[in-house]
């Protein structure tokens, strides 16, 4: 009963191949998001989903596609792939209350190895 | 632009002492801070908060201070445990669900 969850946890694979990495969360949460882990681990958020609509997206190369298909999904997809783009990802989510902190929730992580 | 800075990467302390981490920021229009701890293989889970407003909020063993004229804020656990070993990232938020990490410090508690 894993509050939120990604798959696959290791993805390897060849530089130009397009991959996906996909997470849910069971909590009832409002709000989604991605991060990346760069290797001077340094987290910073690409996407934010609200009930399966876009309302953060950083500057991030269109190759990242982010999808939400219902609330308790919001997908990555990433086209193209490049050496750059390992990393750790990490999806999470929280409620949208609109006021005080956001304490977000995070999934285990994707170590995503470009070769 | 790095807006939240952890400018120790590592800090061991003994079993039973006081552990301090600290971070920095540059924008003054953060409204929350937070800390979150990471043990490896796993996700940041979120351990305390503070208003902007507050200057000390405290959880168990377990207090962050903030200091906004200096722009810096604290995490403080007394006494430490060898549980408490782990990566622990500051961040900051502006507005409804934008946070901004630190780059972490990772905590060692020596039994």
Redesign the interface.
């Known amino acids: 009963d894993t509050a939120v969850s990604q798959t696959p946890k290791y993805l390897v694979t060849q530089m130009g191949n397009d991959k996906s990495i996909k997470c849910e969360q069971n909590l009832g949460h409002d709000t989604m998001y991605w991060y990346k882990q760069d290797s001077k681990k340094f987290l910073k958020i690409m996407f934010s989903y609200n009930n399966k609509e876009l309302i953060i997206n950083e500057t991030v190369p269109n190759r990242f596609s982010p999808k939400s298909p219902d609330k308790a999904h919001l997908n990555l997809h990433i086209n193209s792939l490049e050496l750059g783009d390992s990393a750790v990802y990490f999806c999470a989510s929280s409620l949208n209350r609109g006021q005080g902190a956001d304490e977000q929730f995070f999934g285990p992580g994707t170590r995503l190895t470009v070769l | 632009d790095?807006q939240v800075k952890q400018n120790s990467p590592s800090l061991s302390v003994q079993e039973g002492r006081i552990s301090i981490l600290n971070c920095d920021y540059t924008n003054s229009m953060f409204d929350?801070f937070?800390w979150?701890k990471k043990y490896p293989?796993?996700?940041?889970?979120?351990l305390i908060?503070?208003?902007s407003i507050k200057d000390k909020n405290e959880d168990g063993r377990f207090t962050v201070f903030l200091n906004k004229s200096a722009k810096h804020l604290s995490l403080h656990i007394v006494p430490s445990q060898p549980g408490d070993s782990a990566?622990y990232?500051c961040a900051a938020?502006a507005g409804?669900?934008?946070?901004?990490?630190g780059?972490?410090t990772r905590l060692t508690v020596i039994p």
């Open positions: 790095q929350y937070l979150y293989a796993e996700g940041p889970t979120f908060s503070i208003s990566v990232f938020q409804a669900n934008n946070l901004f990490f780059t972490g």
